[in-house]
């Protein structure tokens, strides 16, 4: 696309726009800061006063979900940590372990998603629903009736009991590994399930 007659080269437009020391300072700002950072006005920051009048006690030391999707249990445990830190006079270091019910949550999407492969047994395997089952066998993710069937089932422990471990911790890899595993035995069960007859168990 030809540029339009008198137009200003773009090396001559370059070269005028970089000899300007705040556009060179702008320019190295934003490529090596995170943008958010870069935009703030530092005197509308300064404004802001961080130094309260009231206290508010804590309750309960701060936790983390680290490299996880446990922002659900976390979320519950964290509630019922409280009166059971007061009924039983606990340290407010005390937590519920998360990393117990992570693992009977794993426990419990694997069964659920080997049953349903089980159910759909029948259908092709480029069906919707069987593409659906296998595009994404594991997760993190989850909510409150989740939970409340997990703790009924399974109860609570201390995280003395159950502390947290990498996988717990940092969940991504271990949930690619689980999900190619699912799918490994998916395979297996609707290649087992084509060889029986209707209505006998596989």
């Given at each position: 696309m030809s540029k339009p007659e008198g137009a200003i080269p773009d090396a001559l437009f370059e070269s005028d726009v970089l000899s300007e020391p705040t556009v060179r300072l702008a320019r190295n700002a934003v490529s090596n800061n995170d943008l958010l950072e870069v935009l703030q006005d530092r005197d509308v920051r300064n404004k802001y006063n961080y130094v309260y009048s009231n206290r508010v006690s804590t309750e309960g030391e701060i936790t983390s979900q680290?490299?996880?999707?446990?922002?659900?249990?976390?979320?519950?445990?964290n509630v019922a940590r409280i009166p059971t830190i007061r009924k039983y006079n606990l340290s407010n270091s005390f937590e519920f372990s998360q990393s117990y019910l992570f693992f009977y949550d794993?426990?419990?999407?694997?069964?659920?998603?080997?049953?349903?492969?089980?159910?759909?047994r029948n259908e092709d395997v480029g069906s919707r629903i069987v593409c659906h089952l296998l595009s994404n066998p594991m997760e993190d993710g989850g909510q409150w009736d989740m939970l409340i069937n997990l703790v009924e089932k399974y109860g609570l422990v201390p995280k003395s009991v159950f502390p947290e471990c990498h996988c717990s911790s940092s969940s991504r890899r271990f949930?690619?590994?689980?999900?190619?595993?699912?799918?490994?035995?998916?395979?297996?069960?609707?290649?087992?399930?084509?060889?029986?007859?209707?209505g006998d168990d596989v």
């Open positions: 680290k490299s996880s999707g446990r922002c659900w249990m976390f979320a519950m445990m794993k426990l419990e999407r694997s069964n659920f998603f080997l049953e349903n492969i089980i159910e759909s949930n690619w590994f689980l999900s190619n595993k699912l799918r490994g035995w998916a395979q297996e069960l609707r290649s087992l399930a084509s060889k029986t007859q209707e």
